[in-house]
C-alpha cells in the first residue's frame, strides 16, 4: 500500500514563506490527482490545493496568488510552496491521494 509522508512545516512570522513537502512510497503522484487540505483547531478540514496527474491546479480562494503546487515525479514528491503567510494560515497540512492520507505536518504563522 502506498504511503504519503509530509513535511516541511514549522513556525515562521506573517509574511513569511515555507516548502511543504509530501514523499509518496510509490510512483502515484503521475497517475493520480493530489490534494493539499489543512485543519486549524476547532474548523473543517477544507482543500487547499489540487494538483491533477495531467497538470492542472486549482487553488482556494485563500490561497490563491500566495501558494503553488507542483511536483517531482522523478523524486515521487509533491510540494506546496506557501509565500506571504498569513496567522490565518496556521494549521495542520495533509496531503491526499485517492483515500490516502498522510499524517499531516504543523505549520503555525505568528503575527
Known amino acids: 500500500q502506498v504511503r504519503l509522508l509530509e513535511s516541511g512545516g514549522g513556525l515562521v512570522q506573517a509574511g513569511g514563506s515555507l516548502r511543504l513537502s509530501c514523499v509518496a512510497s510509490?510512483?502515484?503522484?503521475?497517475?493520480?490527482?493530489v490534494d493539499w487540505y489543512r485543519q486549524a483547531p476547532g474548523k473543517q478540514r477544507e482543500l487547499v490545493a489540487t494538483?491533477?496527474?495531467?497538470?492542472?491546479?486549482n487553488y482556494a480562494d485563500s490561497v490563491k496568488g500566495r501558494f503553488t503546487i507542483s511536483r517531482d515525479n522523478a523524486k515521487n514528491t509533491v510540494y506546496l510552496q506557501m509565500n506571504n503567510l498569513k496567522p490565518e494560515d496556521t494549521a495542520v497540512y495533509y496531503c491526499?491521494?485517492?483515500?490516502?492520507w498522510g499524517q499531516g505536518t504543523q505549520v503555525t504563522v505568528s503575527s
Open positions: 491526499r491521494v485517492l483515500s490516502i
Open positions: 510509490g510512483t502515484i503522484f503521475s497517475i493520480f490527482a
Open positions: 494538483l491533477t496527474a495531467g497538470g492542472s491546479t
